[in-house]
């Protein structure tokens, strides 16, 4: 399984950018989905992550710092996962990873451990 992230970008505060993480080797529509970011000198931090229910339907969660800003949203016939990020402020300045996994304990997890696959990262900027 590879992923590959990518969407972004410079952008000014109060701005949007639309992150992508396409999947390829198996399809992982069933799979637990999550971003996660590490800004310069900190840790990798959790962002969000995609629930599989069953059937077609997922839940999401948000990390306290991104929630109501950001949405989570999954393509399986794509086998995609998008971040929408509205009103960008520049802590949210970091790269940008996806990660995937297919144990019971990756689905909805907020751990990076509990991930098996994970891209490449993208970088966001959001300075004016």
């Known amino acids: 399984v590879q992923l590959q992230a990518s969407g972004g970008g410079l952008v000014q505060p109060g701005g949007s950018l639309r992150l992508s993480c396409v999947a390829s080797g198996r399809n992982l529509g069933s799979d637990g989905m999550a971003w996660f970011r590490q800004a310069p000198g900190k840790e990798r931090e959790y962002v969000a992550a995609s629930r599989f229910l069953g059937g077609r339907a997922y839940t999401s969660y948000y990390s306290n710092s991104v929630k109501g800003r950001f949405t989570v949203s999954r393509d399986a016939a794509r086998n995609t996962m998008y971040l929408q990020m509205n009103s960008l402020k520049p802590e949210d300045t970091a790269v940008y990873f996806c990660?995937?996994?297919?144990?019971?304990?990756?689905?909805?997890?907020?751990?990076?451990?509990?991930?098996?696959?994970w891209g490449q990262g993208t970088l966001v900027t959001v300075s004016s």
């Open positions: 990660a995937a996994g297919s144990r019971g304990g990756s689905n909805g997890s907020a751990l990076s451990r509990s991930y098996d696959y």
